[in-house]
T-cell receptor, first 114, second 115 residues
Framework: EADIYQTPRYLVIGTGKKITLECSQT?????MYWYQQDPGMELHLIHY???????EKGDLSSESTVSRIRTEHFPLTLESARPSHTSQYLC?????????????FGSGTQLSVL | AQTVTQSQPEMSVQEAETVTLSCTYD???????LFWYKQPPSRQMILVIR??????QNATENRFSVNFQKAAKSFSLKISDSQLGDTAMYFC????????????FGQGTELSVKP
């Protein structure tokens, strides 16, 4: 069982609200990622971080932002939620080594914007 | 650009039987890794098996094995002696060497194991 946690598990919110999706890992991993997954679809990388104060945008454009002030914490923020942001958001972490970037995933946050 | 394609949106198998999930990919890179991830209804994604492209030998993990055909860019997953707990969404993923954990995922195959 991976030690990576996401909260909330489900979130239903109105248009225009600011939201923050939390992701924390206790494994000391330097690398963390946010993937977006629409129902029945593949995952797309939207943000990643290779360490504290390092953040990069992923392959899929996203209006969300991230921060990495502490190694264990990688929150994702939407300043003004819209229905198009409705999706599943999966956080992951990894450490380079024997397993060549084995990813550990959180349980995800299912976001619904009304 | 790299792509991963899973052409079977849904599959079903009887308990104790064997099933094969297909995956093809495209990349111009020579050094890469391939993965199969499992996403059960609880939705926490877990790694099933991985294959280094430079290895000719197919990876095996207990009941799970792959058929890696590098020239054909094919990477199928075989599940032997299927169990009810194998019911899940299965994703094939590609990771280019030295690109960290930036995985490119396929669309997924929803596998149902029937009693």
């Amino acid at each position: 069982e991976a030690d990576i946690y996401q909260t909330p598990r489900y979130l239903v919110i109105g248009t225009g609200k600011k939201i923050t999706l939390e992701c924390s890992q206790t494994m000391g991993h330097d690398k963390m990622y946010w993937y977006q997954q629409d129902p029945g679809m593949e995952l797309h990388l939207i943000h990643y971080s290779y360490g504290v104060n390092s953040t990069e945008k992923g392959d899929l454009s996203s209006e969300s932002t991230v921060s990495r002030i502490r190694t264990e914490h990688f929150p994702l923020t939407l300043e003004s939620a819209r229905p198009s942001h409705t999706s599943q958001y999966l956080c992951a972490s990894s450490v380079e080594g024997l397993a060549n970037e084995k990813l550990f995933f959180g349980s995800g946050t299912q976001l619904s914007v009304l | 650009a790299q792509t991963v394609t899973q052409s079977q949106p849904e599959m079903s198998v009887q308990e104790a039987e064997t099933v094969t999930l297909s995956c093809t990919y495209d990349t111009s890179e020579n050094n890469y890794y391939l993965f199969w991830y499992k996403q059960p209804p609880s939705r926490q994604m877990i790694l099933v098996i991985r294959q280094e492209a430079y290895k000719q030998q197919n990876a095996t993990e207990n009941r799970f094995s792959v058929n890696f055909q590098k020239a054909a860019k094919s990477f199928s997953l075989k599940i032997s002696d299927s169990q009810l707990g194998d019911t899940a969404m299965y994703f094939c993923a590609l990771n280019i060497y030295n690109q960290g954990g930036k995985l490119i995922f396929g669309q997924g195959t929803e596998l149902s194991v029937k009693p």
